[in-house]
């Protein structure tokens, strides 16, 4: 292959979005059933959990890109499990949390979720475009320590 047909290939698998790892957790299985056809509709590699003690263990196996915690789960709640995904990888490479909930539509339901570390906070119903939309920037970049896709 000569060189700008090398520079071609490289610039297309660049421009290609790349799969992302997503663990969906939510206390209503049809809300995980229907976000984990969602997203690998849109090509993700996704699991679900529907107890919030659940999630923790999951993530440590998967490692993933992404969490879309729903904050009202039994067992523990989404903000508690924020706080420890943020602890587990603080210095390190950390997952986008996604808080996804019906029940805390407040500003300051807003404020907690940012605090325990959420970057975004969706209030059910959301728009699954928007949704998305959200995991988008992670698609485009290189997935880290791999130094392409």
């Known amino acids: 292959m000569n060189a700008s047909a090398s ?3 490289a610039d297309v698998n660049r421009a290609r979005p790349r799969s992302l790892r997503i663990v969906v957790a939510d206390d209503d299985p049809d809300t995980v059933l ?4 969602l997203l690998e ?3 993700h590699v996704v699991q679900g959990v529907e ?3 659940e999630v923790m263990r999951l993530v440590r196996r998967m490692s993933p890109d992404a969490v879309i915690l729903d904050i009202a789960m039994p067992g523990q709640s989404g903000f508690a499990v924020a706080q420890d995904i943020r602890a587990a990888y603080y210095g390190q490479r950390k997952p986008l949390l996604i808080a ?3 029940q805390y539509k407040k500003p300051a339901d807003r404020m907690l979720s940012e605090l325990v570390g959420f970057d975004h906070h ?3 119903p ?7 939309g959200l995991l988008e920037p992670l698609r485009r970049a290189p997935r880290p320590g791999s130094g392409s896709q």
């Open 41 to 43: 509709d849109e090509g």
């Open 7 to 9: 520079t071609a290939a």
């Open 100 to 102: 996804i909930t019906g």
């Open 51 to 53: 107890k919030g003690d």
């Open 126 to 132: 959301y728009d699954p475009e928007e949704l998305i």
């Open 122 to 124: 969706l209030v059910k």
């Open 34 to 37: 229907t976000l984990t056809m």
